[in-house]
């Protein structure tokens, strides 16, 4: 880096790990800051060094709990008063994404409250990855960086599929909301797109319908959505392809969630392995190695990279 330039990056608890592998990919320290609570259970932040004059990035996914959107909030907050240069918020995981419209009377559009409080205390720029809906990006009145997890699936999966035949592969839409995605999957590996046409009874659960496409009988099937929360969609998936003959089911996605009976659903499942990133900390342990998970620093770090020297973001990354 031009060492004549000055940047830093901080961060808060919801992901400490993700950014000090930015920090080591970048060559660089993480910032000083405390980041704790008070008797009474408040969030108390505190910067450690001198941030005047710097353009500064803070790493903070908003996945639950609440308080990981305070702490965000809060020390972009700090750094403004302190007269941090220029802020950008690097939210690999945005949460309350899917909370994105009025689809009944009387409650609030959740994703649009949080980028506007989020833009409100003080952050000039929003690097994300994988929005649950692209349309958020409307929400904010500043520029948002939008990367993809496929710049690191996609190779992670090339590389299972390197001395295979693409036509014994699929990829699998696990609802209508994921086929964009899924299709950008199959086009990029060359394999066959399958659907899973559902109907959804109630919040957090899912009734497969359908499989549209072509037969997945002896197939090996990649199930690829944007994150896996309760595994309902994804599971319910799993058992419709199985059930079609399909040889080895891959559950994939960006934002690994796994809220609730997750867990217990995917390993009673005919899923054979879960693929998902690190945007969002979790212990796979329970799963019994049938997890792996995929670091995302080096794209975080390119990206921060690039919009540090002004450079092109957009280009470095698959859609």
Same mark, same amino acid.
């Given at each position: 880096?031009?060492?004549?330039?000055?940047?830093?990056?901080?961060?808060?608890?919801?992901?400490? =790990?993700?950014?000090?592998? /930015?920090?080591?990919?970048?060559?660089?320290?993480?910032?000083?800051?405390? #980041?704790?609570?008070? $008797? &009474?259970?408040?969030?108390? #932040?505190?910067?450690?060094?001198?941030?005047?004059?710097? %353009?500064?990035?803070?790493?903070?996914?908003?996945?639950?709990? +609440?308080?990981?959107?305070?702490?965000?909030?809060?020390?972009?907050?700090? @750094?403004?008063?302190? *007269?941090?240069?220029?802020? =950008?918020?690097?939210?690999?995981?945005?949460?309350?994404?899917?909370? %994105?419209?009025?689809?009944?009377?009387?409650?609030?559009?959740?994703?649009?409250?949080?980028?506007?409080?989020?833009?409100?205390?003080? +952050?000039?720029?929003?690097?994300?990855?994988?929005?649950?809906? *692209?349309?958020?990006?409307?929400?904010?009145? /500043?520029?948002?960086?939008?990367?993809?997890? !496929?710049?690191? @699936? #996609?190779?992670?999966?090339?590389?299972?599929?390197?001395?295979? &035949?693409?036509?014994?592969?699929?990829?699998?839409?696990? %609802?209508?909301?994921?086929?964009?995605?899924?299709?950008?999957?199959?086009?990029? @590996? &060359?394999?066959?797109?399958? +659907?899973?046409?559902?109907?959804?009874?109630?919040?957090?659960?899912?009734?497969?319908?359908?499989?549209?496409? &072509?037969?997945?009988?002896?197939?090996?099937?990649?199930?690829?959505?944007?994150?896996?929360?309760?595994?309902?969609?994804?599971?319910?998936? +799993?058992?419709?392809?199985?059930?079609?003959?399909?040889?080895?089911?891959?559950?994939?996605?960006?934002?690994?969630?796994?809220?609730?009976?997750?867990?217990?659903?995917?390993?009673? *499942?005919?899923? !054979?392995?879960?693929?998902?990133?690190? =945007?969002?900390?979790?212990?796979? !342990? $329970?799963?019994?190695?049938?997890?792996?998970?995929?670091? $995302?620093?080096?794209?975080? $770090?390119?990206?921060?990279?690039?919009?540090?020297?002004?450079?092109?973001?957009? *280009?470095?990354?698959?859609?």
């Amino acid at each position: 880096m031009n060492s004549k330039k000055k940047f830093k990056i901080f961060c808060g608890n919801a992901n400490k =790990t993700l950014a000090r592998e /930015i920090c080591d990919d970048l060559g660089i320290s993480l910032g000083k800051c405390l #980041v704790d609570r008070f $008797s &009474d259970g408040e969030v108390r #932040v505190e910067l450690l060094e001198n941030v005047r004059g710097h %353009d500064i990035f803070v790493v903070q996914p908003t996945q639950p709990k +609440a308080e990981n959107i305070i702490e965000l909030i809060l020390l972009l907050d700090a @750094l403004k008063r302190a *007269s941090a240069n220029y802020i =950008t918020a690097v939210i690999p995981y945005f949460g309350y994404a899917r909370q %994105d419209r009025k689809d009944k009377g009387r409650i609030p559009i959740s994703a649009k409250a949080i980028a506007k409080t989020i833009q409100t205390l003080g +952050a000039d720029r929003v690097l994300t990855m994988d929005l649950h809906a *692209s349309q958020i990006q409307g929400f904010f009145d /500043i520029p948002v960086d939008h990367i993809y997890g !496929s710049s690191i @699936l #996609v190779p992670y999966f090339r590389n299972l599929l390197r001395e295979e &035949d693409p036509k014994n592969w699929a990829i699998c839409a696990p %609802d209508a909301g994921s086929i964009k995605m899924a299709r950008a999957y199959a086009k990029h @590996l &060359d394999v066959s797109l399958v +659907a899973i046409d559902k109907r959804r009874e109630k919040v957090n659960q899912s009734e497969v319908m359908h499989i549209l496409g &072509d037969p997945v009988q002896g197939k090996k099937v990649i199930i690829m959505d944007d994150m896996i929360d309760t595994a309902g969609t994804i599971v319910n998936a +799993a058992y419709a392809v199985h059930n079609k003959g399909a040889k080895t089911i891959y559950a994939a996605c960006t934002h690994g969630i796994l809220s609730g009976p997750a867990v217990s659903r995917i390993t009673k *499942s005919p899923i !054979s392995k879960i693929i998902t990133l690190n =945007t969002v900390p979790h212990d796979f !342990s $329970s799963l019994n190695g049938r997890a792996t998970q995929l670091s $995302s620093a080096r794209l975080f $770090s390119e990206a921060i990279s690039g919009i540090y020297h002004e450079e092109s973001v957009s *280009s470095l990354f698959l859609d």
